[in-house]
């Protein structure tokens, strides 16, 4: 038997290795804790792996003017895919296609999908469903929450769910050329989602950080964590209803006259605003993606088409021509009983002398000629330039067309006179808009407007749009005695606009019918394009509006034949919708007896 000091010499010994060890092992655990080297960094790294997560940015709103009506937007949707290598080293193909199945459908089509990508075991990222609806999602992960393993791991490992976003237009139909589309990254390809993909996009966010031995992320070893930042929401200009009414008659000139295109703009006279563009044939915003580069359809007429305008510029250049002194209201010209051998100029209808308010009102090509060439060749080309033309509107949705000039000093002889009836020279039809438009409102020619406003994702205001006044290329008595030649256009019973005439309210336009130049063959006699601008009510207007006819197939052609009822149309509902007060219902002409634009004295002028 051991004496009691020995045994407890011997407890002793023991008691204190164990706690030397402890101790030791204590001290090498806070030396690695707080001072780790550099090969013990490595090799914790080593049992780690990086995580780079990005985490998409909701698109901005687009919006009508009023900011009540939502015409584009993004709604949260869900990707699914599948790492079909992982899913058959591990063994869960089963457990994983049964949940696609109940997730996704059972549809025959949908199954042979699903199990076609699951089985591409050389792949390691197969999309099943790249915008599966919220619902669906959130099944789908709720599936893999359930289905993981005590010690790490899951039965459903290699099914992969992902938050995004679906760019959605709630009002199918209208406006696909003015809001354009995305394409399958959401990025804008076309129109004002394309203009404005820098606002509308946001910022994503991103999160870097570390992934232990079992998959499970080390929260507070992020070294990277920002959030996505949502983009801002655009306000337009257009007016919802108006935009309706545009696209329904530029849908009706297109059935009724069998032609080729139509479009309509419709602008605010004093604001420049943008207040409803249609054009047809246009695009199912669904299918944008899907659009060529280069397609036509992409692009608005109004602003990517260019044409030769025809008579709805003789106002202008009558306007420039009173401004520049080289012509008073009351002067007359010999039309030569509608044809002028000298020049080679037709007249539609036959007329001797006709003062500037019969030419307009008569839409004389001879009068207008006569004009011109007092106004002379450099003049004529600076006071379009002054009304806009040859410039874009800066109005920014892709395809706008400048439209250059050919400088004056290129200029034959006889191209003064053609000019000056809107032949050889090309525009787009809201250049021609803008240049009515600034007679309609005093001489002011303005800048276009289609952004109204820009919000940031929290409503503070980024950007808010104001009248912007370009030049004034004429006088305001200048405007107002124009308008009121252009009044006549439409409310004498001979006028070539009659057809425009409004009972409720004054309306001042003006007709236009242009040949189309077929290259080698010359103008054609058979393709046109017809139009009509004009603003109302004439005093006073509250918006201005141009209608364009491109090839119209039938039995009528002329402007005033067709534009100017659809303009009609149009003028109607929207003063209308608006809430415009009524005027007096016709214009009562002057010396209702005597033929349109007649001296107002006996005798030649």
Known sequence: MQPKRFKDWRMACVFGCTLLVYG?????????????????????HSTQTFINREFPARRGKIMDRTGTTVLAMDVPVRKIAADPKYIHRKGTYERVRQVLINGLGHETETVSLIEQNLNRTNSQYEVLNKAASFQIGETMKLAIKQNALPRGGNMLA??????????????????????????????????????????????????????????????????????????????????????????????????????????????????????????KPDFNMRDAASLSGNSKLRHIGAVSIPYEPGSVI????????????????????????????????????????????????????????????????????????????????GLGLGGEQRCPMTPFEDWYPIRTTRVAIGQ????????????????????????????????????????????????????????RQVREMMEQVVSHPKGSGRHARLEQYTVAGKTGTAQKWVNGEGYSKELYTASFVGFLPAEDPAFSLIVVIDEPKGEKMYGGQIAAPIWKRIASEAARVLGVPFTTSVVAHHDSEREPGAPRLGGRP
């Open 158 to 279: 290699g099914l992969i769910v992902k938050d995004g976003y679906r760019r959605t237009y709630p009002i199918e139909g209208i406006m696909s050329q003015i809001l354009g589309g995305v394409n399958t990254a959401s990025k804008g390809i076309s129109g004002v989602e394309y203009a404005l993909e820098n606002i509308l996009s946001g910022r994503n966010g991103v999160r870097v950080g570390r992934v232990n031995a079992l998959q499970r992320e080390i929260v507070h070893k992020r070294d990277i964590d920002v959030k996505p930042t949502p983009g801002a929401n655009v306000h337009l200009t257009i007016h919802k209803q108006i935009q309706c009414i545009l696209e329904n008659a530029t849908n009706l000139a297109m059935e009724t006259n069998n032609a080729s295109a139509a479009w309509a703009v419709m602008m605010d006279t004093r604001s420049g605003e943008i207040l409803g563009m249609a054009s």
């Open 424 to 479: 050889g020279v090309l525009v787009t039809s809201l250049q021609v808009l803008n240049g009515i438009n600034c007679i309609a409102n005093g001489g002011k020619l303005m800048q276009p407007q289609l952004i109204k406003r820009i919000e940031s994702h929290d409503g503070t205001c980024i950007h808010e749009a104001r009248p912007t006044l370009i030049r004034q290329p004429i006088r305001p008595e200048v405007a």
């Open 314 to 393: 003789k106002p202008i250049v009558v306007a420039a021509a009173l401004n520049a002194g080289v012509i008073r209201s009351a002067d007359g010209f010999n039309c030569h009983n509608g044809y002028w051998p000298e020049w080679k100029l037709h007249d539609v209808g036959r007329s001797e002398w006709l003062n500037i308010e019969g030419i307009l009102v008569r839409s004389s090509n001879i009068g207008t000629a006569k004009i011109a060439l007092r106004l002379g060749k450099e003049n004529l080309f600076h006071s379009l330039q002054g009304f806009g033309f040859g410039q874009t509107t």
């Open 24 to 44: 030791a092992l204590l001290v090498q655990v806070t030396i690695l804790h707080l001072w780790p080297t550099n090969e013990t960094m490595d090799e914790i």
